[in-house]
């Protein structure tokens, strides 16, 4: 079907459409009008009776008369707004349809549009980590896209984006942004959202080194002294990650009716693992006594938010405050590595650290290796509570490193003022 340009609609007005005749349009009778352009047919500028100014191109396609809005002026300059309309009109005239592209422009989504639909649709149903899709897309994507069109967003956009990140310094984060952008793409490709994915052949934007690094027995007695600034909540939270050498993002998940305090067991459903597999977490008793502290909380969560009805999301600040006190560099997932670490250092096999970690095993042997090793994590995670105690005490009574009431904290302020020197 050809499309047959308009030179104008009957009664309005064909002008030479200069930069100084476009500042001097004014509405006729203060009403929209709408000024044709005397060197290329089909282009106009109409004005509102408020006194905007909009460029157009006007067409026929069939019997059907076509607008195509081009931009409003300003910020469009009359070159920028003629160079799109001979664009059109060519368009147009071989037979195409511009204002069909717009429309289907206006209503392809925005990036908060898709982001949304991405949290509700993918990563709530099928990703534990879905609050921490949903924080970096808060905190960070939506700010920079936002109400751009999915569609619109380059790679050059993206690779801004996580430079910038990078250095911040963030470049861990800068890899996960990485990562979530890709994911959420792919996603929308499959929906028919957009048709690429500008993350495509975009490398990591940053190269991590793995990390060693294991906390010190003088690391661990100033984390435990920098400890004691902390809630009470907070403080059991970082002793937790220490005494178990359970993953933080599972740690902070753990629900009373998963607990077995009796029978000092805690079982990590498959659901919240890491791996996807159910775990069995022998509980010592100076994280039994640490528990029962805080079972006087009503919630269904050991750890629950201050700020919604769910768990705690994040430990990142209260560690940026504890490590400026300790002054020590550790991250959260190093207090995971110091107790791994330890536990081997005492002779503890690796099988049986690998154990109470959770890591999936590769060797076909555990395929066949249904036994539970119970006895031996128990036995590992006991022995490393009191060399804990030992580190920490310094031969001190654990009543005064475990227990709570005034009666403890007192007791634990004298210890941990003996060993910090004060």
Same mark, same amino acid.
């Given at each position: 079907?050809?499309?047959?340009?308009?030179?104008?609609?009957?009664?309005?007005?064909?002008?030479?459409?200069?930069?100084?005749?476009?500042?001097?349009?004014?509405?006729?009778?203060?009403?929209?009008?709408?000024?044709?352009?005397?060197?290329?047919?089909?282009?106009?500028?109409?004005?509102?009776?408020?006194?905007?100014?909009?460029?157009?191109?006007?067409?026929?396609?069939?019997?059907?008369?076509?607008?195509?809005?081009?931009?409003?002026?300003?910020?469009?300059?009359?070159?920028?707004?003629?160079?799109?309309?001979?664009?059109?009109?060519?368009?147009?005239?071989?037979?195409?349809?511009?204002?069909?592209?717009?429309?289907?422009?206006?209503?392809?989504?925005? *990036?908060?549009?898709?982001?949304?639909?991405?949290?509700?649709?993918?990563?709530?149903?099928?990703?534990?980590?879905?609050?921490?899709?949903?924080?970096?897309?808060?905190?960070?994507?939506?700010?920079? *896209?936002?109400?751009?069109?999915?569609?619109?967003?380059?790679?050059?956009?993206?690779?801004?984006?996580?430079?910038?990140?990078?250095?911040?310094?963030?470049?861990?984060?800068?890899?996960?942004?990485?990562?979530?952008?890709?994911?959420?793409?792919?996603?929308?490709?499959?929906?028919?959202?957009?048709?690429?994915? #500008?993350?495509?052949?975009?490398?990591?934007?940053?190269?991590?080194?793995?990390?060693?690094?294991?906390?010190?027995?003088?690391?661990?007695?100033? *984390?435990?002294?920098?400890?004691?600034?902390?809630?009470?909540?907070?403080?059991?939270?970082?002793?937790?990650?220490?005494?178990?050498?359970?993953?933080?993002?599972?740690?902070?998940?753990?629900?009373?009716?998963?607990?077995?305090?009796?029978?000092?067991?805690?079982?990590?459903?498959?659901?919240?693992?890491?791996?996807?597999?159910?775990?069995?977490?022998?509980?010592?008793? #100076?994280?039994?006594?640490?528990?029962?502290?805080?079972?006087?909380?009503?919630?269904?969560?050991? *750890?629950?938010?201050?700020?919604?009805?769910?768990?705690?999301?994040?430990?990142?600040?209260?560690?940026?405050?504890?490590?400026?006190?300790?002054?020590?560099?550790?991250?959260?997932?190093?207090?995971?590595?110091?107790?791994?670490?330890?536990?081997?250092?005492?002779?503890?096999?690796?099988?049986?650290?690998?154990?109470?970690?959770?890591?999936?095993?590769?060797?076909?042997?555990?395929?066949?290796?249904?036994?539970?090793?119970?006895?031996?994590?128990?036995?590992?995670?006991?022995?490393?509570?009191?060399? =804990?105690?030992?580190?920490?005490?310094?031969?001190?009574?654990?009543?005064? =490193?475990?227990?709570?009431?005034?009666?403890?904290?007192?007791?634990?302020?004298?210890?941990?003022?003996?060993?910090?020197?004060?």
């Amino acid at each position: 079907m050809r499309a047959t340009v308009l030179v104008q609609i009957d009664g309005m007005p064909v002008i030479e459409l200069t930069a100084k005749t476009l500042r001097e349009l004014r509405p006729i009778d203060g009403k929209r009008s709408e000024y044709f352009d005397a060197t290329l047919p089909g282009f106009s500028v109409r004005v509102s009776p408020s006194g905007k100014k909009t460029f157009c191109v006007l067409y026929r396609r069939g019997r059907r008369l076509r607008r195509y809005t081009i931009g409003r002026t300003p910020p469009l300059a009359l070159a920028e707004a003629r160079k799109a309309a001979r664009t059109a009109l060519a368009e147009a005239t071989m037979g195409g349809d511009p204002a069909s592209g717009k429309t289907k422009d206006r209503r392809a989504p925005s *990036f908060s549009e898709m982001a949304a639909e991405y949290l509700e649709r993918h990563a709530k149903p099928n990703k534990r980590s879905w609050r921490e899709d949903a924080r970096r897309i808060h905190k960070t994507l939506l700010p920079a *896209f936002g109400p751009c069109a999915a569609s619109s967003i380059t790679r050059a956009d993206i690779r801004t984006l996580l430079d910038a990140i990078v250095e911040r310094p963030a470049p861990s984060e800068a890899n996960l942004t990485h990562a979530l952008l890709r994911t959420m793409y792919n996603w929308a490709i499959a929906r028919d959202l957009v048709e690429e994915n #500008p993350c495509r052949g975009l490398p990591r934007p940053a190269k991590l080194k793995r990390r060693h690094h294991v906390l010190t027995e003088d690391d661990i007695r100033r *984390f435990w002294t920098a400890l004691e600034q902390e809630s009470a909540m907070m403080r059991a939270v970082m002793k937790l990650r220490l005494l178990t050498a359970q993953r933080g993002g599972e740690l902070l998940t753990m629900r009373w009716e998963n607990l077995e305090l009796e029978n000092s067991w805690w079982t990590i459903p498959a659901e919240r693992s890491k791996n996807g597999l159910p775990h069995r977490v022998p509980l010592t008793k #100076p994280v039994i006594r640490i528990l029962r502290e805080l079972r006087a909380v009503n919630s269904p969560w050991v *750890f629950p938010s201050p700020k919604t009805h769910g768990p705690l999301s994040s430990t990142q600040k209260a560690i940026e405050r504890i490590r400026r006190r300790a002054g020590t560099g550790f991250r959260g997932h190093d207090l995971r590595r110091t107790a791994a670490s330890f536990m081997t250092s005492m002779g503890t096999p690796r099988l049986v650290v690998a154990k109470i970690l959770n890591h999936v095993e590769t060797d076909i042997t555990a395929v066949y290796d249904r036994y539970s090793y119970d006895k031996e994590k128990r036995e590992a995670l006991e022995a490393w509570a009191e060399r =804990l105690e030992r580190i920490v005490s310094e031969g001190a009574s654990s009543l005064a =490193l475990f227990t709570g009431g005034k009666l403890g904290r007192r007791l634990r302020r004298a210890i941990l003022g003996s060993v910090s020197g004060r």
